[in-house]
């Protein structure tokens, strides 16, 4: 038995670091480049689970389902941005507390369409039974949710390090008064990171579907644990979202499974920790 | 030898890749009225932000009256006797002016820690902040609100609250920045009128002005101090005049 | 104070002293009461925000701390003085270690942790279910008599939290107005220059996150006497959005905005409940309007209305005159 429970446990610790990555980079990259702190994060992560769910009640075909989901996120982000955001461009505070507000209506317009019964979404047909290797079981779906967030990962770091998108937005989070004045489109580019970050989200909540449910409070679940992945692994650093989402995975994860009563609390040890010794988080590149 | 009021031994300060202040070494002797020039972009303002605390310094050492500063918070070296005022005009917009001379002053006083006693009865406090502002000839203005003074009258508020921390350096940089000739002349006379038991080091830019108050000038460049000596030596020395006018 | 507002801050506590009879119903006496009890809430955490500029996302952590050791303590046996001071004290300490965990990072900083706080006291109300009774809450065995006094019924009650509210708002309003105070404001708004003036800014922030825990945790202790019972939504996300939300809407920057955005926040959603389902809808929906509409407040936003309009009419008062025919 005991084997065979590590593995599970270490593999759903992955799968669900891999699924924060999703949550916690577009986090990371909005905060970094926008100084906001988008407190709707969660909201997103939940809605693009609903959508999912949705989707794929009307037959759509799995990975299509993620990427609509991921989509029609993305689109309520860019409304979010262009139409309330803008508008209080220089008053932080201001902005911070506005996606609060946001973040509770999509919350209960989430209550209000798809009732308060958490809603079950299911892996794809092919995923569902367990690969079977050296005598144990591995959970089929986790280890392809896994491999999509490496994947997504990957394409993030080429995104920011081999392309011109990416110098402008890295641009703007060393400064952004800088880059306006280099000439970087500042406004379109806050309006492509929301997009991504809030896409990202979504895709990470049909994704995280089958494996969490969707259901009211997912968003105040998962938006702690991103603020969380993000003061340990440094604000606006990639590497550090990266890093910080598979630890709290593990430590989320296993806190549930060993130590249920306490799961929320475990969280809180490494990051006193990390606040006391080292504030700008183990890559922080940005001060918060 | 008397401890020099300040003493600045090897400080360096790197922005990422950038030098913003190489190995710059110099001594301020108390009642010294010094001054610190260089083109835009030399490192005076960072040199300044080094010893008051608002930057840390990658290496070197800061001395007041033989006192090291460095790794020490700001607000106690503010209390060991340094105060400072800067380019771009921190006041406290929204508040009258004596209100900004009282925080000056509370910074100071024991009584900052007090939640319970009502501010505006500590008469003392307030009689003290309009005699500060009486000596920058801003009496009669000490009810109004600063948003609604002019720019040379902030200037002197911003004096004001420097003198009333009764300071033992006093760090001023560019105080005559967008003066006029009027106002320049009003200024000056009230740093002249300034005691020697306030040792005095300043960045300025107007040489009309500024090179007739120093007794001692350095010069900075790309973070360097290039020369360093009396007010006539550096006036004379040719390497003035190239970092001025020439690369 | 000037002698009209002595006058207007009487008529206030008179008006406040009468309602029990002037307000017969004992259902909006408990409004009442439940009103001055946000309040306290409110005006304790916007010591942090009105005059210190930090917003926290975390507040209603010390509501529940405070309720929950109360409670557990009364239950297991304690005296109610005792079990309302170790409340208060408990809670009032981990102010203490929060402060010095959130102020690590001021500004966007501070939101994220405090926010990280609340929630983290949140999961662990939600499932040490042994201790908590998790989601189904638990509950406080009787009020207390204090003094002697029994404020089991609505009138005593309401009487028993304004001399409690009356006291605490005397503290802030004495707080708002010392040289600690100002030094706070000082800091909000120029924390940098502050330092160069000699003021100790962390330590300034510090002490007052530990006040505001302070005063919410009596808030806390109030509110587990008025519902005899305690979840963890009380100490949700949402409950602390709620708090800032009535200390901005009606005036952070003011003493009486935070009494104000409580008595109209309470009204309200107890009115929409009954009519209404959707009560976060219409929470988020007044956030972002005040945020994009009115961020300084309802109070200093009448206060301005009401200046244009008596010297609106003051001008109006000079021009009949100016058209008499000379003499």
């Not at chain 1, 475990?266 to 590149?285: C, E, I, S």
């Not at chain 2, 290496?59 to 460095?70: D, H, K, N, P, T």
């Not at chain 2, 360093?228 to 003035?240: K, N, Q």
Request: charge should be positive; hydrophobic fraction near 55%; include cysteine.
């Amino acid at each position: 038995m005991q084997w065979q429970f590590w593995i599970i446990q270490t593999l759903n610790s992955v799968a669900f670091g891999g699924l924060l990555f999703l949550l916690s980079s577009g986090f990371s990259l909005i905060f970094g480049l926008m100084r906001i702190p988008n407190l709707a994060h969660g909201a997103f992560f939940m809605l693009g689970a609903y959508f999912g769910f949705t989707l794929l009640q009307l037959k759509l075909q799995f990975w299509l389902a993620a990427l609509a989901g991921g989509l029609g996120v993305g689109l309520i982000g860019i409304l979010m941005e262009r139409f309330v955001l803008r508008r209080l461009a220089g008053n932080e505070q201001g902005q911070v507390l506005v996606t609060l507000g946001i973040s509770f209506i999509i919350a209960d317009i989430c209550l209000l369409v798809w009732t308060g019964d958490p809603m079950p979404l299911s892996a794809p047909q092919a995923l569902r039974p367990p690969l079977r290797f050296a005598g144990f079981a591995f959970p089929t779906y986790r280890l392809v949710v896994l491999a999509i967030a490496l994947a997504a990962a990957l394409a993030l770091y080429l995104l920011m390090e081999r392309t011109r998108l990416g110098a402008m937005i890295r641009a703007g989070v060393d400064d952004t008064e800088m880059a306006r004045g280099v000439g970087i489109p500042v406004s379109r580019l806050f309006t492509t990171v929301f997009l991504l970050g809030a896409t990202l989200a979504g895709v990470g909540g049909v994704l995280g579907g089958p494996i969490l449910n969707a259901y009211p409070g997912l968003d105040t679940d998962m938006l702690p644990l991103a603020l969380i992945v993000v003061i340990l692994g440094g604000a606006g650093s990639l590497l550090g979202a990266f890093v910080g989402s598979f630890i709290v995975g593990f430590i989320y994860n296993f806190g549930i499974a060993l130590v249920p009563d306490l799961a929320y609390f475990v969280l809180f040890l490494p990051m006193v920790l990390v606040l006391v010794f080292l504030p700008q988080g183990l890559f922080g590149r940005v001060q918060i | 030898m008397t401890t020099p009021a300040l003493e600045v031994a090897h400080l360096s300060k790197r922005f990422g890749g950038l030098p913003a202040t190489k190995d710059v070494s110099l001594s301020v002797s108390p009642g010294e009225r010094r001054l610190i020039i260089g083109p835009n972009g030399a490192g005076k303002t960072t040199l300044f932000n080094l010893i008051t605390g608002d930057l840390s310094a990658d290496a070197g050492s800061v001395r007041l009256f033989g006192q090291e500063l460095i790794g020490m918070p700001t607000q106690r070296r503010v209390h060991l006797g340094l105060a400072r005022t800067y380019q771009i005009l921190t006041l406290f917009p929204r508040e009258r002016l004596v209100h900004n001379v009282v925080l000056a002053l509370l910074g100071l006083d024991r009584r900052r820690w007090n939640p319970w006693s009502i501010l505006t009865a500590s008469r003392d406090l307030y009689a003290n902040a309009r005699a500060f502002l009486e000596r920058v000839g801003l009496g009669d203005a000490a009810e109004r609100i600063v948003a609604e003074t002019s720019y040379g009258e902030r200037r002197r508020l911003e004096l004001a609250m420097a003198l009333a921390q009764k300071p033992k350096l006093l760090l001023l940089d560019e105080p005559l920045a967008g003066l006029s000739q009027a106002e320049r002349q009003t200024v000056r006379a009230l740093l002249d009128a300034i005691p020697r038991e306030v040792t005095i080091v300043m960045i300025e830019h107007d040489m009309d002005t500024a090179l007739a108050f120093a007794e001692r000038i350095t010069v900075l460049h790309y973070g360097e101090v290039i020369v360093e000596g009396t007010r006539a030596e550096v006036v004379a020395d040719p390497r003035t005049r190239e970092v001025y006018l020439g690369d | 104070m000037t002698p009209r507002a002595a006058a207007g801050l009487a008529l206030c506590v008179l008006a406040l002293v009468a309602v029990p009879w002037v307000i017969g119903n004992e259902f909006y006496v408990n409004m009442a009461s439940q009103v001055l009890i946000y309040a306290l809430f409110a005006l304790s955490i916007n010591m942090m925000l009105g005059y210190g500029g930090m917003v926290s996302l975390g507040h209603a952590a010390y509501l529940g701390i405070a309720g929950y050791a109360c409670i557990l303590a009364t239950t297991a046996g304690y005296d109610q003085l005792t079990a309302a001071v170790f409340a208060v004290a408990l809670s009032t300490a981990a102010a203490a270690f929060f402060g010095v965990l959130s102020l690590r990072a001021p500004g966007l900083g501070f939101i994220m942790i405090t926010l990280a706080l609340g929630q983290i006291v949140w999961g662990v109300a939600y499932r040490a279910n042994d201790l908590t009774g998790g989601d189904n809450g638990i509950r406080h065995p009787a009020r207390p008599m204090p003094f002697g006094f029994d404020i089991s019924d609505a009138p005593s009650f309401y009487y028993f939290t304004l001399v409690v509210f009356l006291v605490a708002l005397f503290f802030i309003w004495r707080f708002a107005r010392s040289p600690f105070g100002a030094s706070l404001k000082g800091a909000r708004d120029q924390p940098r220059r502050m330092r160069m003036l000699g003021h100790n800014v962390w330590l300034v922030r510090w002490i007052t996150f530990v006040m505001a825990g302070f005063w919410a945790s009596v808030a806390g202790v109030l509110y587990v006497y008025y519902n005899l019972f305690l979840s963890p939504h009380a100490i949700s996300l949402q409950q602390s959005a709620e708090i800032l939300l009535m200390a901005i809407l009606g005036g952070a920057s003011t003493l009486s905005g935070p009494i104000v955005g409580a008595a109209i926040i309470t009204l309200v959603k107890n009115v929409v409940s009954t009519y209404v389902e959707r009560w976060n809808t219409l929470l988020g929906v007044i956030f972002v309007v005040v945020i994009v509409f009115m961020p300084y407040g309802l109070v200093p936003g009448c206060a301005q209305a009401w200046e244009r309009l008596r010297n609106r009419m003051k001008s109006r008062k000079v021009s009949p005159a100016a058209s008499e025919p000379a003499q």
